[in-house]
């Protein structure tokens, strides 16, 4: 009977396997909060689109006193302003972004590397357990061979 395959890196295999999730698992996060970024930005386009809209109308109509004016004027740019603060931490999460994207690929390999040593030592193990069964059979079967031939010398 062979001997079970017993890959002795098993436990280094399941770490760099946890490396590489917890990679993924950050770069997943990162990217959550780029689209949080772009979600809000979407609200305040909108935002800014329903305010300028508000100041036509109101204009229109000549319902607006120049304080109030000003003050809708004041509140369009200071969205447009957060939105341009926005895009500086857009740039910064997205270069956290592409050093989590490297080392969730440095983790990959680490990771492929292992399970290619597994596979190779597992195929080496197969490889010796037939060559040790064949020889067993060989061995067996050279043993009935001089067996028959004692039996039909002796008769």
Known sequence: MAKKFRFRLQTVLRVRELREREALRRMAEKQG???????????????????????????????????????????????????????????????????????????????????KLRERRASEHARGSRRREEAQMEEVARGLLLHTQADSEGV
Not at 60 to 88: D, G, K, N
């Open 33 to 115: 909060e780029l689209l949080l970024l772009d979600q809000l930005d979407d609200a305040t386009r909108a935002d800014i689109a329903a305010a300028q809209d508000r100041l036509r109308d109101a204009q229109e109509q000549a319902a607006l006193s120049p304080v109030e004016m000003t003050r809708a004027r004041a509140w369009i740019a200071h969205l447009r302003r957060t939105m341009l603060e926005r895009e500086t931490v857009r740039r910064e999460l997205q270069g956290q972004l592409e050093r989590l994207r490297a080392d969730w690929r440095r983790a990959q390999t680490q990771k492929r590397v292992i399970e």
